[in-house]
């Protein structure tokens, strides 16, 4: 009986653990795809983005391309960036580069 009760309540845990990691897909996504170069916040402040002379993301430079630039950069890549075509869907990749925006806000 007290097994029992211990599956519900892991199987509630790992429910909500699971519902809370679909409000933000984008975040999931650039920490599990992007931050070992690029840095958890984007701000490139790793050892990755020291070596690679990574941007911050937050930059005027980075942030006055277009999205379609951004996107472009994303899919291709570009020098040592590599290219996600083959790893994330269009809309993944759109969903980050709207990320990209969202985290110049946050700062
Ligand atoms: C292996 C390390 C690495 C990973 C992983 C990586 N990047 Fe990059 N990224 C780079 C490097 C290096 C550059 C600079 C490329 C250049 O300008 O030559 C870059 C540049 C960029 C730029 C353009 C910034 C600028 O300077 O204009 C964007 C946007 C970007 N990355 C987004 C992403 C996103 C989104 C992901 C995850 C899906 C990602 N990167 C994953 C290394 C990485």
């Known amino acids: 009986m007290k097994s029992t009760i211990a599956l519900v309540l892991l199987l509630m845990i790992t ?7 679909q409000d933000t897909p984008a975040k999931d996504l650039f920490v599990s795809k992007c931050a070992i170069c690029h840095g958890a916040d984007g701000s490139a ?13 937050h930059s005027p430079e980075v942030q006055k391309q277009s999205d379609a630039d951004l996107k472009t950069m994303i899919t291709k890549g570009k020098g040592k960036m590599p290219a ?3 790893k994330l869907t269009g809309k993944q990749i759109d969903q980050l ?4 925006r969202e985290i110049v806000k946050q700062k």
């Open 84 to 86: 996600f075509e083959r």
């Open 45 to 57: 402040k790793t050892t990755m983005g020291k070596n690679l002379k990574i941007r911050d993301l």
């Open 15 to 21: 429910f909500a653990a699971s519902a809370a990691a």
């Open 97 to 100: 580069v709207a990320y990209i």
